[in-house]
C-alpha cells in the first residue's frame, strides 16, 4: 500500500477546497433572480401583447359592424325620402292610404282568377293600432272558400294582393275535401292604413 506524503495530500484538499469555493462564488455572483425577473417579464408582456391584439380585434369587428348599419341607415333614410316625395297617380292609391271599397276589389280577384265557387261573405276582424305611428292594421276573413282548382284560389290570392296596395296575406289555412273532390282555404288578409289625425 502506498502512502501519498501530507504535503500532496493537503494540496489536493487546499485545491478540493478552491474548487468548491470557486463554484460557490460563481454560484453567488450569477444573478439567477435576474434571470427569472426577465423571464416573468417576457411572459407577462407576450400575454398582454396578445389581450391587446385581442381586444383590437374585437373593437375593429365592432367598428365595422357600426359603420355597416350606419351605412343601412343612410341607405334607409334616401329610400324614406324618394317615398315621401313621390306624388301617387291620379287614379292611384298609396300604399297606406285608407281605401273604402277594396272588399269589393278582392271578391272581384276571385272571378279574374277563374274561381267557380262563390266567395262566402267576409268577416272583418278587430283593427288593431300601432301606438307610435296612429297607423291601423285592419283584416277581413273569409272562410270555407271552396274551388276545385287549388291553383284558381292561389291566383285569388295573388290577385287580391295585387289589385289592392298594401294588401297582404296575414293567415292560410288550406285543406283537402276529399269527399266533395274539393279544396277549401280560410284566408285572412291584413292591410296598413293611415290613422285619423
Partial sequence: ????????SSL???REQLAASAAAAVRRNRPRHLLVLAMVLLVSSCLML???LSSRNGAKRDLDAVRAEAARVEQL???WKALKSEKPDA?????NEPLTAFYSRIEAAATR??????IPSMQAQSDTRD???GAVQK???YQRVQDADIGALVRWLEFACEDVPGLQVYSLRVQPQTAQGQWQIDVTFSRWERGNR
Fill in 1 to 8: 500500500m502506498s502512502t501519498m506524503s501530507p504535503v500532496f
Fill in 12 to 14: 489536493e484538499e487546499r
Fill in 50 to 52: 396578445l389581450w391587446s
Fill in 77 to 79: 333614410v334616401a329610400e
Fill in 91 to 95: 287614379g292611384e292609391s298609396r300604399l
Fill in 113 to 118: 282568377a277563374g274561381v267557380k265557387e262563390r
Fill in 131 to 133: 301606438v307610435r305611428t
Fill in 139 to 141: 283584416k277581413i276573413r
